[in-house]
């Protein structure tokens, strides 16, 4: 149905960022953060701001559903 959301999918991983250092990939289909269904680009922010420190993103790759751990920067970290 066109009207429903739609998990989000990754259009972009930025080189040594945490999504890549978790194994994310371009196309990911993002369905799950924290063990709770994604509905959409606007509910994944909404979770992952209020995450912190590592949590588990469930991706749906070319129909196999992977466990990523996601580690926040650590403050010393340098942004890239």
């Known amino acids: 149905d066109p009207g429903e959301p739609t ?5 972009q991983v930025a080189p040594e960022s945490p999504a890549a250092t978790a194994g994310l990939l371009v196309g ?6 924290a063990g709770t269904a994604v ?13 912190t420190g590592e949590v588990g993103i469930d991706v749906d790759r070319a129909g ?7 580690r926040e920067r650590e403050a010393g970290d340098a942004a890239r």
Not at 7 to 11: D, F, T
């Open 7 to 11: 998990a989000p999918v990754v259009v």
């Open 64 to 70: 196999v559903v992977t466990r990523l751990e996601l």
């Open 28 to 33: 990911d289909r993002i369905i799950a953060v």
């Open 39 to 51: 509905a959409d680009h606007h509910d994944l922010v909404a979770r992952m701001r209020a995450a």
